[in-house]
């Protein structure tokens, strides 16, 4: 079930907005209503949050992002659509109604922390909890066990100005996890910090997602957050959500010239998986299979390796093509590589690890979770994957199974 | 005037005033009473009380305040100038004077700030507040002068009532200002996190907006301290009267003595005020330094303190956090 389900959501900044709502929805433009004064700001925006994921809201600045997760929590009211949160509406709630959603289900950490400088760590951390009226002690203990999650234990006593950047987002953090709400909301949390603690922060938030389930809203600008964290990622341009999809789907997948375009400078190999690029293994040996069978194999899908699996499809070894011949030719045992020396992947094992394995051995076999063979990878196909520009790759001279699998749709653009 | 060769009509605007005075003292009785009751006792009272306690003791105090709340150099200031005060011989009239500052400044924060908070939270409201304030401060001072003897006769009453009218503009635009000046995203926080208005405004835009304030404070003493004077023509006993005394018995010694020890008052309250709003730009004032021995001294928070350097020198940024978590 959908934690956050947002629904043909407009906003229109400007005086009697729903005119604008109106003009869009009969085919206007931008430029268009901003000659009557009006700014569309998000438009007809769907989408679904599920519950546990990190969703990811990705646009330059100016796209809408911030417009379209303050109507998650009634900080602005849509123009127009709906936001339903664990399936009840919350758009046109106001007052007290809406007071009780936020304090229940959805925090908020903010891009420039908005502590309170007045306050030391532990209070500031313990702040949604005296808003919804927690006694003293509870608070206190909530906000510790907050702090210590993030990494501040022993920092309650300290004023936030004596606080690093990195540190004083992890006070803004752990405000929000004190809270308790299943839904928090990120707008460009990470944005204001520094590279290398900006990277700290999203293993962080990732860990912390999968210790607690937390439905995470997650705003950037930058692309490769967005990649790292999101388990689906919302591409916005201009009030619009362009895109909805998994990191791999909008890599490999784009719907649009723009969205190709936004992503084609991402580190591809941090992003995908072996399990992305893997072949399936169609031509593999059975442990009881000769080397009849096995040079009959490789001719027939023209390769000079093949794995050896046993009867419940993990992998006994891989055979060569000479040691294939020689055998055929001399009658004599087949040399199989035992599985120890074969190069073995996982399948969410992201591409730069797999280089170094890949120097050694030109064909990678992939592993699932029960160890059993879920692909292959040759050489090739690992280069093959790094081409940035997945539109053209139907038209190159040698088109792989790899190359098909990578787009399904055949390089729609 | 002439009134033959004009073909605008005479507008009596000026008894139309004066009518709607009389009206309101008319009908108003009550309230007036009431008010000039209530200040009436509130001045006497603190100028009884400033008068009663030997002159020594209270620069003392005076010096006290200073350095507890700026530095030992306004300290020593104090003590200096406000010894010339006494050797004036201006001390009972310059405590009068302070009694009334004190007092109209305390009924203009309590009138300009709630009107402040009001105008920063409804545009409406700071609308029509915005030409009223700038209607009071470009009024010639003296102006005020005529509803005050109308409503409360002559004496420290109408002194007072005069001298909050002319002060309270900058209380209430630097209270309205303080709190639109507070980060947005700090407000929206309060907000996120499903606080009340009322939570918002004590929690977060009042504390916030405190340097703002206490800014408008200050100007409120400032000029307070201007109309003195004119509160002497009104017939308020203090430093304000002497000054005019002076000048209607051509007496220049007295009005220079008188005149000088208002700057005098006015510096120190003008220094005091001013550190009172930000301290945090005073290091070495009294009350620093006892919070920061305060926060040194008790063993759970030296700990705490020995602990946080720690996890700085350990890199608390470089991941430690998520060691923790992913235990
Ligand atoms: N309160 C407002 N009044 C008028 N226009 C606004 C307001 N808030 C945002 N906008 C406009 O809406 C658009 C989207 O802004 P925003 O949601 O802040 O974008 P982002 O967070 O992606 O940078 C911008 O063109 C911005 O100028
Ligand atoms: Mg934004």
């Known amino acids: 079930m959908a934690s956050i389900s947002a629904e043909k959501l407009y906003k229109v900044f400007g005086r009697r907005p729903q005119r604008g709502v109106d003009a869009l929805e009969s085919g206007a433009t931008r430029a268009d209503l901003r000659k009557q004064g009006l700014t569309p700001a998000v438009i007809d925006a769907s989408f679904d949050v599920k519950d546990g994921e990190i969703f990811v809201v990705m646009g330059l600045s100016g796209s809408g992002k911030s417009t379209l997760i303050r109507m998650v929590n ?26 009780r959603v936020r304090r229940e289900k959805v925090s908020m950490v903010f891009q420039h922390f908005a502590l309170l400088p007045h306050r030391t760590v532990g209070e500031n951390a313990a702040y949604a909890l005296e808003i919804s009226g927690t006694n003293r002690a509870e608070r206190e203990k909530r906000a510790d066990r907050a702090l210590e999650m993030v990494g501040l234990g022993g920092w309650g006593g300290s004023l936030p100005g004596e606080l690093s950047g990195g540190m004083r987002q992890r006070v803004g953090l752990a405000r929000a996890l004190a809270s308790g709400t299943d839904i928090m909301l990120m707008d460009e949390a990470f944005s204001a910090l520094d590279p290398l603690i900006r990277r700290d922060m999203q ?92 040079h009959k194999l490789m001719r027939e899908h023209q390769t000079t390796v093949l794995p050896v699996v046993r009867r419940d499809r993990t992998l006994a070894g891989l055979v060569h093509e000479r040691d294939v011949a020689t055998a055929v030719r001399d009658g004599g045992e087949m040399r199989v590589v035992p599985a120890e020396q074969v190069g073995v992947v996982r399948t969410g094992d992201h591409l730069v690890d797999l280089f170094g394995h890949a120097t050694e051995h030109s064909l990678l076999v992939v592993l699932d979770e029960q160890d059993k063979v879920a692909g292959v990878i040759p050489r090739v196909t690992l280069l093959a994957a790094l081409r940035s520009d997945p539109t053209s790759t139907s038209d190159t001279d040698q088109p792989t199974t790899t190359d098909a699998q990578l787009q399904p749709a055949g390089g729609a653009a | 005037m002439s009134e033959n060769d004009s073909i605008v009509p005479r507008i009596p605007v000026g008894e139309w005033g004066d009518s709607a005075l009389d009206w309101i003292n008319d009908n ?59 050797a004036m011989d201006q001390w009972v009239t310059a405590m009068q004077t302070l009694a009334l500052v004190l007092i109209a400044t305390l009924v203009a924060i309590l009138v300009a700030v709630p009107i402040g908070i009001l105008a920063a939270r409804n545009e409406r409201v700071s609308a029509v507040v915005r030409p009223v304030l700038d209607f009071m401060q470009t009024m010639p001072a003296f102006v005020y002068l005529i509803p005050a003897v109308v409503f409360f006769g002559i004496g420290v009453v109408p002194g007072i009532f005069a001298t909050v009218i002319f002060a309270l503009p900058p209380g209430v635009r630097l209270t309205e200002l303080g709190i639109r000046g507070v980060d947005s995203e700090t407000v929206e926080a309060g907000q996120a996190f499903g606080a009340t208005p009322g939570q918002i405004l004590r929690g977060i835009q009042l504390p916030l907006a405190t340097p703002t304030i206490m800014a408008g404070v200050n100007q409120v003493i400032m000029l307070s301290l201007s109309m003195a004077v004119i509160a002497g023509i009104a017939g308020a006993d203090g430093l304000g009267k002497e000054v005019v005394a002076s000048i209607s018995t051509l007496d220049g010694p007295q009005g220079i003595e008188a005149g000088l020890s208002v700057v005098i008052i006015a510096i120190y309250l003008d ?35 020995d602990e946080a350097d720690e996890r700085v020198e350990g890199g608390a940024d470089q991941g430690r956090g998520l060691a923790q978590v992913g235990s």
């Open chain 1, 74 to 99: 009634g900080l602005l009211e849509p123009t127009s659509g709906t936001v339903s949160i664990d399936g009840d509406d919350v758009t046109r709630l106001t007052g007290e109604k809406l007071r």
């Open chain 1, 203 to 294: 293993d962080q938030l990732i860990e912390l997602q999968h210790e607690l389930g937390k439905t995470i809203l997650f705003i950037t600008h930058d692309l490769n957050e967005a990649m790292r964290l999101g388990d689906r990622i919302a591409m916005m341009r201009d009030g619009r959500i362009e895109q909805v999809g998994s990191a791999e789907e909008i890599l490999n997948n784009p719907v649009n010239n723009y969205v190709a375009e936004f992503v084609q400078d991402v580190d591809r190999t941090r992003v995908l998986t072996a399990a992305n690029v893997m072949e399936p293994p169609v031509a593999v040996l059975g442990t009881e299979q000769g080397p009849q069978t096995a």
């Open chain 2, 28 to 86: 108003f009785e009550w309230l007036l009473d009431f008010l000039a009751t209530v200040l009436d006792f509130l001045v006497s009272t603190l100028t009884d009380a400033l008068v009663t306690v030997p002159a020594l003791v209270l620069v003392v105090v005076f010096a006290l305040v200073g350095l507890l709340v700026r530095s030992w150099e306004l300290a020593v200031g104090t003590v200096i100038t406000f010894l010339l005060i006494i």
């Open chain 2, 271 to 305: 220094r005091v005020t001013a550190a009172l709003g930000r301290p945090g730009d005073y290091p070495h004032s009294g009350l620093s330094m006892l919070r920061r021995r305060r926060a040194a001294g008790g063993g759970g928070s030296d700990a705490a303190q």
